[in-house]
């Protein structure tokens, strides 16, 4: 269960990182969500074979996860676990489009090779723009800004209680494991012949907490969503924000800057 426990001090981190005060915790969450979901967006919008042209897009996640203060290998950990979806998403790209696109030292490429590396660049690219979003400002912040934002409360209220009765029922699963390796002075592996017997035993605690929960909830007054503590007031400093995020991406999408990079500096050399 090294697995599980490592899940739980991975969130747990991520929770602690979003409960520091940083420039970017300050911002209005919409803000930071608008712009996270533009830069998906023009992301996703390059052609296929894009991939120079995607690499000035790196610079977003970077600036914000030091507005943020949040490591950056912490974040790369995260786009590392997303790599191998990307792997299987594009793995045969290769044999699917043999046809040469382009060259390299008088070599030439597939554009099967391009697209399964532009498919890793944009996967980096998003999932590290998301990870730094929830980890700048919390699951809490993050769902009341989408509260806000107009979505509905349904899946802003679910996505609260993913966030945490995962940690519990996480917690409830090391913790019957514990209890295995006491009783039968095993440390290693859960054999496989045990797996039936301890998810049973996990849906059956499950669903007894799920009745007590429910029940506490009901008698506090819940109604069905989630209440905003701590809404916040849209400022100027979120439109100038927004505004020279936006002013970037547009930059990035209608001109390479790649190209012209290269192109400069080979007339700088010459």
Excluded at 136 to 163: E, N
């Amino acid at each position: 269960m090294s697995g599980i426990e490592a899940l739980l001090r991975e969130v747990r981190l991520l929770d602690a990182l979003a409960s520091r005060s940083t420039w970017l915790s300050r911002l209005d969450p919409r803000a930071t969500i608008l712009v996270t979901v533009a830069f998906i967006a023009i992301v996703v919008s390059f052609q296929r074979y894009a991939i120079a042209a995607l690499l000035p897009l790196a610079i977003f996640p970077v600036v914000l996860a030091r507005l943020g203060d949040v490591p950056l290998h912490r974040v790369g950990i995260k786009v590392l676990m997303a790599m191998p979806f990307a792997l299987m998403i594009g793995l045969f790209n290769p044999l699917f489009d043999p046809v040469p696109r382009m060259e390299l030292l008088r070599q030439p490429i597939a554009g099967g090779w391009l697209s399964f590396i532009s498919i890793l660049v944009r996967v980096a690219l998003t999932v590290g723009s998301a990870v730094v979003l929830v980890a700048s400002m919390g699951i809490y912040r993050f769902c009341a800004g989408l509260d806000q934002l107009g979505v509905p409360t349904v899946l802003t209220t679910q996505l609260l209680f993913l966030h945490r009765y995962t940690l519990v029922l996480a917690g409830e699963l090391g913790r019957m494991n514990l209890a295995r390796e006491l009783r039968s002075g095993l440390a290693n592996a859960v054999p496989l012949a045990v797996y039936g017997s301890l998810l049973g035993h996990l849906l059956l605690r499950t669903l007894e907490r799920a009745q007590r929960i429910h029940r506490a909830m009901l008698s506090r007054g819940f109604e069905g969503h989630m209440p905003i503590r701590e809404a916040q007031r849209w400022r100027s400093i979120d439109t100038v924000f927004l505004v020279l995020c936006l002013s970037g991406f547009i930059v990035v999408r209608t001109t390479d800057l790649a190209t012209l990079l290269g192109q400069l500096m080979l007339d700088v050399a010459s």
